[in-house]
Nanobody
Framework: QVTLVESGGGLVQSGGSLRLSCAASGTNVSQTHMGWYYQSPGKQRELVAAISSSGTTHYGDSVKDRFTISRDNAKDTVYLQMNNLKPDDTAVYYC?????????????????????WGQGTQVTVSS
């Protein structure tokens, strides 16, 4: 059974930084497509960033150049470094395992989230 436990959320001022962690058990993050999604009240859950089993990363348009996804294979942990945070980044952030990708001659993109979710961690950015 795959279990994901997020940590690192909190309250930060606009322009600040946070690092989220997702500790995985029941799977090896080096062999699994992993990702972070966020959801704010009244909105659908959206992809923030993903890292494939080969280490290729993908980002949502609103976070490119500000957020970085990485992993520590020895710790089976995935991280999300968030810099230059904005009030619009305020949301609950969820770790996800076993994403699927769609690939064409134009490249690959995340197709849908996997079946395994963490409990979520709240990130609040004040203006």
């Amino acid at each position: 059974q795959v279990t994901l436990v997020e940590s690192g959320g909190g309250l930060v001022q606009s322009g600040g930084s946070l690092r989220l962690s997702c500790a995985a058990s029941g799977t090896n993050v080096s062999q699994t497509h992993m990702g972070w999604y966020y959801q704010s009240p009244g909105k659908q859950r959206e992809l923030v960033a993903a890292i494939s089993s080969s280490g290729t990363t993908h980002y949502g348009d609103s976070v490119k150049d500000r957020f970085t996804i990485s992993r520590d294979n020895a710790k089976d942990t995935v991280y999300l470094q968030m810099n230059n945070l904005k009030p619009d980044d305020t949301a609950v952030y969820y770790c996800n395992a076993d994403l699927s990708y769609y690939c064409s001659e134009y490249g690959c993109r995340v197709h849908r989230p996997g079946d395994f979710w963490g409990q979520g961690t709240q990130v609040t950015v004040s203006s």
